[in-house]
T-cell receptor, first 116, second 115 residues
Framework: DTGVSQDPRHKITKRGQNVTFRCDPISEHNRLYWYRQTLGQGPEFLTY????????KSRLLSDRFSAERPKGSFSTLEIQRTEQGDSAMYLC??????????????FGPGTRLTVT | DQQVKQNSPSLSVQEGRISILNCDYT??????FLWYKKYPAEGPTFLISISSIKDKNEDGRFTVFLNKSAKHLSLHIVPSQPGDSAVYFCAASAGHGGSQGNLIFGKGTKLSVKP
């Protein structure tokens, strides 16, 4: 399977704990995106990498959130001091770098976070 | 302030008939539009896209129409099949004049195709 993979698929944590999610994009894609989706909403953009460079961050990405893509391959998203409002599905997507193809993002299955 | 709006939360269609899903947008900087399909417990799956320089794009049973003057696009599925039952998201991007291709999504329309 050469699609986007995410780990873990589900995470339950207590408020105040730190969590880290991993995303492995499609191998030849150099663009990687993180989105968050809550119930009844569409995915909302969080941040974007081109290779290892983080080029854009949404204002939704508070200072408790940090994302890395150290070698331009997999990426991690960490949430510190989790709050109940962080409960959501965290989606990772990747795309190639062609001017048109970059728009066609391919999503992983997501990590569902529940903060109790 | 929602820039991409899908005003119908749900749509029910008989198998074999046409499904029409609608989407409106407000940002005139959007230059690329996409439709994604999402099954429960899975990530969105890319379905079809259209550039703002076109008004129609077709792929098998799926056709997307874009009306720039009305800031409206629609997805037609003909004929509809029970396996098409899913949530459909409209998404837009302002890649050239705006950000680096991140997508702005609508809230989705749940399509149910009945046998």
């Amino acid at each position: 399977d050469t699609g986007v993979s995410q780990d873990p698929r589900h995470k339950i944590t207590k408020r105040g704990q730190n969590v880290t999610f991993r995303c492995d994009p499609i191998s030849e894609h150099n663009r990687l995106y993180w989105y968050r989706q809550t119930l009844g909403q569409g995915p909302e953009f969080l941040t974007y990498f081109q290779n290892e460079a983080q080029l854009e961050k949404s204002r939704l990405l508070s200072d408790r959130f940090s994302a890395e893509r150290p070698k331009g391959s997999f990426s991690t998203l960490e949430i510190q001091r989790t709050e109940q409002g962080d409960s959501a599905m965290y989606l990772c997507a990747s795309s190639p770098s062609g001017w048109r193809e970059k728009y066609e993002q391919y999503f992983g299955p997501g990590t569902r976070l529940t903060v109790t | 302030d929602q820039q991409v709006k899908q005003n119908s939360p749900s749509l029910s269609v008989q198998e074999g008939r046409i499904s029409i899903l609608n989407c409106d947008y407000t940002n005139s900087m959007f230059d690329y539009f996409l439709w994604y399909k999402k099954y429960p417990a899975e990530g969105p799956t890319f379905l079809i896209s259209i550039s703002s320089i076109k008004d129609k794009n077709e792929d098998g049973r799926f056709t997307v129409f874009l009306n720039k003057s009305a800031k409206h696009l629609s997805l037609h599925i003909v004929p509809s099949q029970p396996g098409d039952s899913a949530v459909y998201f409209c998404a837009a991007s302002a890649g050239h004049g705006g950000s680096q291709g991140n997508l702005i999504f609508g809230k989705g329309t749940k399509l149910s195709v009945k046998p």
